[in-house]
């Protein structure tokens, strides 16, 4: 596991005013988690390529493209450095998996939700009764679910393929608010967000990286489950911050700092820096909750709540430098947009 310090990612503010907008979110975001990654990273980027490969889900060069832009192996890496090579291709090859489906998802139901539908129950189909595909997406994910039920235990597969249905059916939602953003508001934005963020179908990796099963009362532990659910909204609301500036010009609605955006009728970058605030708190809340509630919990339970830091540690570092967000470097820290 590679480990290093990276200046910027604390918060603590800069000597000189930021210029860019990804400056300005690196200098108030609070972020208490070093740099971590895995040192499989390299194979495991080699594996997702023959992976989507196989199904035929790169042959279109735009998505092949976008695949490069996102590097799925990276932020497996960061979300999971402690994790053994299989399980970390695993959670490489679902990264992948999802950004393609939820792509697809988007390009398919922008102006007609119900467009939507074949595509979301064939994947329903397939994470609840095992039903079999009949699209190269759905064959992709049929394996995926195989590689999670020979690795995971049964109640860790049961679990995400729940998770996965969840995502599914926030994919159908989003596409819905996008018909009708001017209905959009902050809090029903963060509700789609929880589901389309795809982060929970992680937490049984997570689990199955411990060297035990844990048990259901402390899985059903309100402090646990509320650490999931804070873990899985800073996980994805770091990267609506990144994104906001590509999710704008592409007319996209489902992201935190644009819905502060639309409900304040601000700039993107004061957007961006409420966004910021409530981050921040919900991080603050993960800390203090996590020291509170570790003397309850097993060490598999106190690793389980490790593996919920590092998406939120991954999701951040992986922000900063994926080409898929460069655009952020280009914008200024002032409000001009």
Request: proline share 8%; hydrophobic share 40%.
């Amino acid at each position: 596991m590679t480990t290093t310090h990276e200046g910027g990612a604390a918060a603590s503010h800069p000597r000189i005013p930021p210029a860019s907008l990804k400056d300005l979110i690196e200098a108030e975001l609070y972020m208490p988690f070093p740099f971590l990654s895995n040192p499989h990273e390299r194979e495991a980027a080699a594996g997702v390529e023959n992976w989507l490969r196989a199904y035929g889900l790169t042959d279109d060069p735009s998505v092949a493209a976008m695949v490069a832009h996102t590097r799925p192996a990276e932020l497996a890496s960061y979300n999971g450095p402690s994790m053994d090579p299989e399980l970390l291709q695993i959670m490489a090859n679902q990264i992948a998996y999802q950004f393609v489906f939820d792509d697809r998802a988007e390009e398919v139901g922008r102006r007609r939700p119900s467009r939507l539908m074949p595509m979301l129950c064939e994947s329903i189909g397939i994470l609840r009764d095992g039903g079999p595909p009949s699209t190269p997406l759905g064959a992709a994910l049929a394996d995926l679910q195989r590689q999670v039920m020979e690795r995971c235990t049964p109640d860790q597969a049961a679990r995400w393929a729940w998770a996965g249905r969840e995502y599914v059916h926030g994919l159908l939602y989003e596409a819905v608010a996008q018909s009708d953003p001017v209905r959009l508001g902050t809090g029903l934005c963060a509700s789609i967000r929880s589901l389309t963020a795809g982060v929970e179908p992680f937490h049984p990796l997570c689990e199955a990286a411990l060297p035990g099963e844990l048990a259901p009362e402390e899985l059903d532990h309100p402090a646990v489950r509320r650490l999931r659910r804070l873990s899985a909204d800073a996980a994805v609301w770091i990267p609506d911050l990144f994104s906001a500036v590509k999710e704008q010009r592409a007319g996209g609605v489902i992201n935190l700092a644009l819905a502060y955006r639309r409900e304040y009728r601000c700039s993107v970058q004061e957007g961006v820096m409420l966004a910021v605030r409530r981050i921040n708190g919900t991080i603050t809340e993960f800390e203090r909750l996590s020291r509170e509630t570790e003397p309850e919990l097993s060490p598999l339970g106190i690793g389980y709540v490790a593996g919920m830091a590092d998406w939120i540690r991954g999701c951040y570092y992986w922000s900063r430098s994926v080409p898929r967000y460069a655009d952020t470097s280009a914008v200024p820290a002032g409000p001009q947009i």
